[in-house]
Nanobody
Framework: QVRLVESGGGSVQAGGSLRLSCEASAYILNTYCMAWFRQAPGKEREGVTALYRPAGSSYSADSVNGRFTIAQDNAKNLVYLQMNSLKPEDTAKYYC???????????????????WGQGTQVTVSS
């Protein structure tokens, strides 16, 4: 059973930073495509960034490129989403996701992922 547990959400002012964490097993982190998505009220779920550790490849949406970074800590079985220079439009519920496909080839598509965390809320005020 694949279990993903997010933490680290909260409220911050525009320009601030937050770091989200997603806990998963070592096997999942080292073999699956790991991604972060977000969903704002009334909007579709949006791919934010993804990491495929076996290939050392990562991907980011244009809207967060240069501000958000995905990283992995194998000693702690965590994948992080470091969010800097936050904007009010980054306000959403953020989800960790894992895909059993051995690549992140279709990473922005929610249907690519079989496993999801419960989500953590991020609110950015102006």
């Amino acid at each position: 059973q694949v279990r993903l547990v997010e933490s680290g959400g909260g409220s911050v002012q525009a320009g601030g930073s937050l770091r989200l964490s997603c806990e998963a097993s070592a096997y999942i982190l080292n073999t699956y495509c790991m991604a972060w998505f977000r969903q704002a009220p009334g909007k579709e779920r949006e791919g934010v960034t993804a990491l495929y550790r076996p290939a050392g490849s990562s991907y980011s949406a244009d809207s967060v490129n240069g501000r958000f970074t995905i990283a992995q800590d194998n000693a702690k079985n965590l994948v992080y989403l470091q969010m800097n220079s936050l904007k009010p439009e980054d306000t959403a519920k953020y989800y960790c996701a894992a895909s059993a496909w051995r690549s992140c080839g279709r990473w922005p598509s929610p249907s690519y992922y079989s496993y999801w965390g419960q989500g953590t809320q991020v609110t950015v005020s102006s």
